[in-house]
């Protein structure tokens, strides 16, 4: 895994894979805002808008996948028990946020 930009005690994980994701994101939604433009179908936009919803949780998992696996396991592996709190708090209250 490469990782770049040290935080704490770890470091962050290479998150470029999700580029080309990202990159289809961002056509779909360019394609959105066309199928609005011309006055398409609500039912069509809808089912574009949902897809990418589920392109942008499949980045989400990936990314928070990586971060448990790197910055928070680096964490417990230090045993430095302030940084495992905040690892733990900004888990809680990224959750929080949902």
């Known amino acids: 895994m490469n990782k770049s930009k040290t935080c704490c005690n770890s470091t962050h994980p290479d998150h470029s894979s999700e580029f080309s994701r990202l990159n289809r994101m961002s056509g779909q939604i360019d394609g959105i805002k066309k199928m609005i433009e011309d006055r398409r179908y609500c039912v069509e936009i809808l089912t574009q808008l949902k897809a990418v919803q589920s392109a942008a ?6 990314i928070l996948k990586r971060h448990i696996e790197s ?4 964490t417990f592996v230090a045993n ?3 940084d495992r709190e905040k690892k733990i708090d900004e888990l809680l209250n ?3 946020k949902s």
């Open 80 to 82: 430095n028990a302030s």
């Open 57 to 62: 949780k499949a980045v989400e998992g990936n």
């Open 94 to 96: 990224l959750f929080k």
């Open 71 to 74: 910055c928070v396991k680096d």
